[in-house]
């Protein structure tokens, strides 16, 4: 029983990986944001607010310069900016998620890594690169 609970939670785990993996470069700018704040003495609640607030900018920047600009090459450059910081930590999570999965090999944990890297990089671009749904209410 014990051991559906475990792949049940690391399935939905992978799922929220894939879900949110566009949100990897806006998430590690609030981390270290909120991390510098708390350090410089604005407090927890400070740092919590400082960095949920940068995380937040940093996206709505990205998708306001991605969805209103005609230049290829822009939308190339803040894609490739979003899209790097989610293929690392998809290499990151499946990096460690093999070794605790049993593989001994190093060399097989890193093919799985860079395969895993790969998709959510793939998943990360489409995602970012799609048109937004259609409202219902239009």
Same mark, same amino acid.
């Not at 969805?67 to 894609?79: D, E, H, K, M, N």
């Given at each position: 029983?014990?051991?559906?609970? =475990?792949? /049940? ?11 949110? %993996?566009?949100?990897?470069? @806006?998430? %590690? $700018?609030? !981390?270290? !944001? ?11 609640? &400070? &740092? ?13 920047? &990205?998708? =306001?310069?991605?969805? *209103?600009?005609? *230049? +290829?090459?822009?939308?190339? $450059? +803040? ?5 790097? @910081?989610? $293929? ?5 999570? $499946?990096?460690?998620?093999? #070794? ?5 090999? @190093?060399?097989?944990?890193? !093919?799985?890594? +860079?395969?895993? /890297?790969? !998709? ?13 749904? #259609? *409202?219902?209410? *239009?």
């Amino acid at each position: 029983m014990v051991l559906v609970l =475990v792949l /049940a939670a690391v399935g939905f785990f992978c799922i929220l990986l894939f879900k949110f %993996a566009i949100y990897a470069l @806006p998430a %590690a $700018i609030g !981390v270290s !944001v909120g991390y510098w704040a708390v350090t410089t003495g604005a407090g927890v609640v &400070g &740092g919590t607010l400082a960095g949920i607030v940068a995380g937040v900018l940093v996206f709505v920047l &990205g998708q =306001v310069v991605f969805t *209103s600009s005609r *230049s +290829v090459l822009v939308r190339s $450059i +803040v894609a490739a900016i979003f899209v790097i @910081p989610a $293929i690392w930590a998809g290499y990151s999570l $499946i990096l460690q998620l093999s #070794e605790m999965a049993g593989t001994s090999s @190093p060399a097989w944990r890193h !093919v799985f890594a +860079v395969v895993g /890297a790969a !998709v959510i990089g793939w998943v990360s671009f489409t995602r970012l690169a799609s048109p937004p749904p #259609e *409202s219902s209410l *239009s």
